[in-house]
T-cell receptor, first 113, second 119 residues
Framework: DQQVKQNSPSLSVQEGRISILNCDYT??????FLWYKKYPAEGPTFLIS?????DKNEDGRFTVFLNKSAKHLSLHIVPSQPGDSAVYFC????????????FGTGTSLTVIP | GAVVSQHPSWVICKSGTSVKIECRSL??????MFWYRQFPKQSLMLMAT?????????EQGVEKDKFLINHASLTLSTLTVTSAHPEDSSFYIC???????????????FGPGTRLTVL
């Protein structure tokens, strides 16, 4: 049962434009969400996170938005750069429950120069 | 900081043999390490949670006698795939955690992964 879903397997964006990656979850008990970036043949690297007590968290060009009522989060990258081309995974977890992460299937972002 | 290494990065073995994969936290002590498995175009699936000095906790459906995990120190965890078969071919990734705050989960730092191919 896939509790975290990324329905868009791929996304192409022109350099300088905004990239929006979406993620949906089904378990209302999740209260912490993370985005990871992964290059081929490498492990995921942590990008940004958000707690359920917030609806927005920003770090440089990366902003994560959380809509708890819709069980939806999104990652905005602006402006997009060619080096952002990678697979992006969202993950959900519950604080103080052993740190088990539930990952989505990933969205492959291609930023076109 | 927070670098996690895995060795080997790829391995090819014959069916029936055992393969050991090492996961090391290079510049920090990890209280917990996790082992994941990723099939092509699928998400990372948690296999087991490993704490130093204690038995690993396996996720439902993961055979603990087949995937042996040893967490010998705060910087080293090993995964041994015993009597490997072609269906065990996959990308295995470990992560090590650094304690987060009271209102956060521990950040997981991932290793680069190990590609296992069983012939």
């Amino acid at each position: 049962d896939q509790q975290v879903k990324q329905n868009s397997p791929s996304l192409s964006v022109q350099e300088g434009r905004i990239s929006i990656l979406n993620c949906d979850y089904t378990n209302s008990m999740f209260d912490y969400f993370l985005w990871y970036k992964k290059y081929p043949a490498e492990g995921p690297t942590f990008l940004i996170s958000i707690s359920s007590i917030k609806d927005k968290n920003e770090d440089g060009r990366f902003t994560v938005f959380l809509n708890k009522s819709a069980k939806h989060l999104s990652l905005h990258i602006v402006p997009s750069q060619p080096g952002d081309s990678a697979v992006y995974f969202c993950a959900a977890s519950r604080v103080n429950t052993g740190n088990q992460f539930y990952f989505g299937t990933g969205t492959s972002l291609t930023v076109i120069p | 900081g927070a670098v996690v290494s895995q060795h080997p990065s790829w391995v090819i073995c014959k069916s029936g043999t055992s393969v050991k994969i090492e996961c090391r936290s290079l510049d920090f002590q990890a209280t917990t390490m996790f082992w994941y498995r990723q099939f092509p175009k699928q998400s990372l699936m948690l296999m087991a949670t490993s704490n130093e000095g204690s038995k690993a906790t396996y996720e439902q459906g993961v055979e603990k006698d087949k995937f042996l995990i040893n967490h010998a120190s705060l910087t080293l965890s090993t995964l041994t795939v015993t009597s490997a078969h072609p269906e065990d071919s996959s990308f295995y990734i470990c992560s090590a955690t650094v304690a987060g705050g009271p209102n956060a989960v521990d950040t997981q730092y991932f290793g680069p992964g190990t590609r296992l191919t069983v012939l």
